[in-house]
């Protein structure tokens, strides 16, 4: 009788349950590792700063991963995250990734704060700090470093090319060239020798005329015409010249006057560059709140950039397949065309607690996904908290639509009532520091992106509000009499409302803002500044006349060389004039004609 075989070798058993113990070590011991170490990798490829994991716990019943103590460095400044979270959670779906589809139907993200400090520095090599400034400052109009500080004026001029100075040296150059150019001209006028021997014809005629018969007299009338002919034709050549000469006098005239004006102008231009114009005082609560709203913005839009590799991927179309391009990484994914087109990512539904220093709030997002256009859904932020602990309520809507990708648009809209705050900065501005000490907030806001346009509004009032002038850090104590009299207006303020207004596109947009601190800080600057500006103003005064007093002087004597010319030409018209009027007859009983002449008979 033979023995029977178990269908179970032995062998084959042992070995399966060493596989089985290989894979569950692996699992236990390092699986978890692998997937810190990979999303710390491609987190800090994709943001150019470290990404940091506490812990990584991947779960196969059900399958499923926790992640505890994500920190992201903020790029731009190592020494802070950008986002910190306490606890990310949530389950995917098995079956779907069999087939490359990860499917999440809601993920749990809770004690998310922004803005925190490290302890250690998290830039890389790659994309280590440069410093350079980001352009909001720009673009939000930043407060002049030395708007409270004048020059000196000596160091202002010290080589600086002055107008006045080029304006008097080529009116000096245009008078000397004139001067000789109608001195050549003078000479070549008819002048006393021409009007001598006209004098001498006169003379010959007149004494041939008192001679002769009939025919002497019309001889004589024919020689008198000829010889006025002869005159007046000079006499026209030197009224032209006189009436040239004094019309280049009279435009010298004004160019001297001018040029004894261009000092002054000069000390306006200079006054206008180093000292506050009365626009500049209108705006200068605005220019102050404006690094602010401008850091915020420029944020925004940086986190919009941030998240763009979420919310959408650069995808070509070749033939049935679709080529997606991976950010930040090499190589490409291939998708063909399904008969059923499902998204290879997508979150249904996340839930999120943001801590502040102020409180908790809650919100969802929704539709979470880079194929937006193959979901045929937006992804949707929504926040809807009453009665949290720093607010009475607070709801934030957001839709970043993806749906048409060639026509993005991204909205949000926020409305806060009754947000306590306190010791928030409104301006950062060594000279002119404010800060809110406290203050009860609402806040409006509507912000809108189609594509690269930009359009947003915000309007926000403080109230019960308790303003706080910087104090030196060397001293504790005001810097200046301006710092007194801000100190004390500041605090006489318990309301506040800041219009905002954001246009133009991503690259280039403009920012307007509004509010009460423009009157008031006109007013307090002015005050403050009036006296050393005139300080200024004087001093300047002084060093500008110092520079144009010497080749200022003469200028008004310089047009006496052309006057004499035309004074001149005034004697020769006299002279050939008086020429005209002489007697034409003198004969008996007859009274003398001046030419032109009549036939004495």
């Known amino acids: 009788m033979k023995e029977r075989k178990s269908p179970i070798r032995l062998k084959g058993l042992i070995a399966f349950v060493i596989i089985i113990l290989v894979i569950s070590v692996f699992w236990l011991l390092v699986i978890d590792c692998v997937v810190k170490r990979e999303i ?45 979270i306490e606890r990310i959670s949530f389950s995917i779906d098995g079956a779907r990734l069999l087939g490359r589809k990860v499917l999440v139907e809601e993920m749990e993200v809770t004690g998310v704060r922004f803005n925190t400090t490290r302890s250690r520095s998290g830039a890389i090599r790659k994309t280590a700090a440069t410093g350079k400034t980001s352009g909001s400052e720009k673009k939000a109009g930043k407060l002049p470093t030395d708007l409270f500080k004048l020059p000196d004026p000596k160091e202002i001029l010290k080589g600086a090319d002055l107008p006045s100075l080029a304006l008097v040296e080529k009116l000096k150059a245009d008078l000397n060239s004139a001067e000789t150019k109608w001195q050549e001209k003078f000479k070549e006028l008819p002048g006393k020798k021409e009007f001598d021997e006209y004098k001498e014809r006169f003379d010959k005629l007149k004494a041939t005329q008192g001679g002769g018969g009939l025919e002497a007299l019309l001889g004589g009338a024919a ?53 506050l114009s009365p626009d500049s005082l ?86 979470i996904t880079p194929d937006a256009e193959i979901h045929g859904r937006p992804m949707r932020l929504s926040v809807d908290a009453t009665e949290v602990d720093w607010a009475d309520k607070i709801k934030i809507d957001g839709t970043i639509d993806r749906t048409a990708p060639t026509a993005p648009i991204d909205t949000v809209t926020a409305s806060i009532k009754g947000a306590k705050i306190e010791s928030i900065s409104l301006s950062e501005s060594e000279e002119f520091p404010i800060s809110i000490n406290s203050a009860v907030a609402q806040l409006k806001m509507k912000a809108n992106m189609s594509g690269e346009v930009i359009k947003a509004n915000a309007d926000i009032s403080l109230k019960e509000l308790k303003l706080d002038r910087g104090k030196t850090p060397e001293t504790g104590k005001e810097k200046n009499a301006l710092g007194k009299g801000l100190s004390s207006a500041l605090s006489s303020i318990n309301e506040l409302k800041i219009g905002i207004e954001v246009s133009g596109t991503r690259e280039k947009y403009a920012v307007k803002i509004t509010s009460g601190l423009d009157s ?28 144009t007093a010497g080749p200022l002087k003469g200028l008004d004597t310089s047009l006496g060389p052309l006057q004499d010319i035309s004074g001149l030409l005034s004697g020769q018209l006299g002279f050939g004039n008086e020429l005209l009027k002489q007697p034409s007859s003198s004969t008996p009983g007859k009274p003398a004609s001046p030419l032109p002449f009549k036939l004495p008979f």
Not at 51 to 72: C, H, I, R
């Open 520 to 547: 008031l800080l006109k007013g307090i600057v002015e005050n403050q500044m009036k006296a050393q500006v005139a300080t200024f103003e004087n001093e300047l005064r002084k060093e500008i006349e110092a520079k």
């Open 223 to 275: 020689g008198f015409a000829e010889l006025q002919k002869d005159i007046q034709n000079d006499l026209d050549k030197i009224k032209s010249a006189q009436k040239e000469i004094d019309s280049i006098t009279s435009g010298f005239k004004s160019r001297i006057s001018a040029a004894a004006k261009a000092p002054e102008q000069d000390l306006k231009r200079i006054m206008k560059k180093y000292t």
């Open 282 to 367: 209108s705006n200068l609560g605005s220019a102050l709140l404006g690094q602010k709203a401008g850091t915020y913005i420029e944020t925004a839009l940086k986190w919009n950039k941030r998240l763009a590799p979420v919310i959408e991927r650069v995808k070509e179309r070749r033939g049935n397949a679709e080529v997606i391009r991976h950010p930040r990484k090499r190589g490409v994914t291939v998708r063909f065309k399904d008969k059923t087109p499902t998204p290879d990512i997508l979150i249904r539904t996340l839930n999120f607690s943001v801590l502040t220093a102020q409180g908790e709030f809650a919100g969802k997002v929704t539709d």
């Open 40 to 84: 710390e990798r491609n987190g800090t490829d994709a943001v150019g700063a470290k990404v940091e994991l506490k812990s990584a716990d991947l779960s196969l019943f059900p399958m499923g991963l926790t992640l505890t103590g994500l920190q992201v460095t903020n790029p731009e400044s190592p020494m802070q995250n950008s986002v910190e």
